[in-house]
């Protein structure tokens, strides 16, 4: 099961929660990145940044510059903005 821009409700894959948003964020090196993250049991997107647990974002799906990528590991500390897609 591939993750789904059209699919706002969580669901399960392999006993694992899923519900991705699209994402938008500038990093320290000046790259943009559009992705999916997995927000899990979270109502909110901005939950992901607050969660002081988590030192990385899971991007996946991810458009960076005009090279595509599976997934993505990003350090939170590397992040200048970001902002959800529609």
Do not use: C
Request: aromatic residues 8%; hydrophobic residues 35%.
């Amino acid at each position: 099961m591939e993750p789904n821009e059209d699919d706002a409700m969580a669901k399960e894959y392999h006993g694992y929660e899923v519900n991705y948003k699209t994402i938008m964020m500038r990093i320290e090196d000046g790259s943009t990145l559009v992705g999916k993250v997995n927000i899990r049991h979270r109502q909110r997107l901005s939950e992901i940044f607050l969660d002081a647990q988590e030192q990385f974002i899971i991007l996946v799906d991810v458009k960076h510059e005009d090279n595509p990528e599976p997934v993505m590991f990003i350090n939170k500390n590397s992040i200048m903005w970001a902002k959800p897609r529609d």
